[in-house]
């Protein structure tokens, strides 16, 4: 089914309904760990309380919204007692609107840094999950530009879209790297105007639009969001550099609501998130059918799926990574795109209901290692927010 674009005022059809025609991962090379806790998970709900309990999520209609996607074909969302409506939303500005309005509870796909800003803008939102802790956020160039290291990028020119994921890690690699670079009209980090190692970033409105820029010489390098590996190659350009080869686990895509519906609402965010976490579990032996999902819930081509669905530069994870939140909040006012003021960032943060919903699939799944596993790596990357 091909994906449908809707406007924060009309709610999207349920994600259940992008799944029918799926079937089940029989033959798919699922893993023995994940067939035997779906088999006992169906034990455990004949005896469950039959109450559903709903979240609307809004997420751009690009990249996949893998764990909806697995979670809705594998019926885990059903044995949560979950329903999850999902809500197209193409930008940050029109999702966040939304998200205030309570047209919808979460978002899920809109980056790290943009809701970082509208954090330190006043907005009460709160972190609760991870979607991506990387994305697949290449820098483009044409065949016969040079990249050997960073130094390779001091004197140019590179096109991003303002507030997005690339632009943001870019500027935080610069900056870690104490290499000088100017955006906007004249903000200077690290260097002056006549510096010739300053690096200039250019801004465009579309992630198509930089693509265009390289090819006409506008700029020397570009970066781009996610699902654009197959257009750039098309237009004869070639992937440079990976950001997160620089700045690993820098944190793409949380999920987040506002902080009023996170208190109040914990017990289906606990639902969703142990629903997603058995999805993420599922997914370790089955990207191939992920990859599938993708192209028959979005207006995706197979291709366009597999080059980031299969990347080993995207990572998907459910785990809230608050202490990469909070590098990025830093390096973000460090670099002048926020000022912190007086907001503890902290308060905008929070691990205990992933906590809860892990801990509780590790007592009802107590052989899966994947679940152990995660819990290890929750508390390595969440210490700022443990109690």
Known sequence: MKKKVISALLCAALATAFCTGCGSSGGQGESQTAKEN?????????????????VRVGAQPTSGQVFQFVADDQGFNEEEGVEVEMVWLSNLSDAAAALMADQVDVLSTYGTGGPLIQVANGQDFNLFGGYMIIGETPVFAKPDTVFEDLDSLKGKTIGITRGGTPDIVLKGILYDAGIPFKYGDDTYIGGEKDDPDLVTFLEYKKNTDVLQAITKDEVDFGATATGYEIQAADLGLEVKMWPD?????????RMFGMNDYVQNNEEVLYRMLRS???AEEYMQDNMEYVSDLCVENLDLTKETADSFVLSEHMKYDTDPFTDSVTTMWNKMADYGYLTKGDIDINDHLNSSIYRKALESLIKDYPDSEFFQDKMEQFAGNNTGTMD
């Open 276 to 278: 997603y976490l058995r």
């Open 38 to 54: 779906v088999e006992t998970a169906q034990v455990k709900t004949q005896g469950a309380s039959e109450d559903v309990l709903k």
């Open 245 to 253: 080869e620089y700045w690993p686990n820098h944190s793409c895509c």
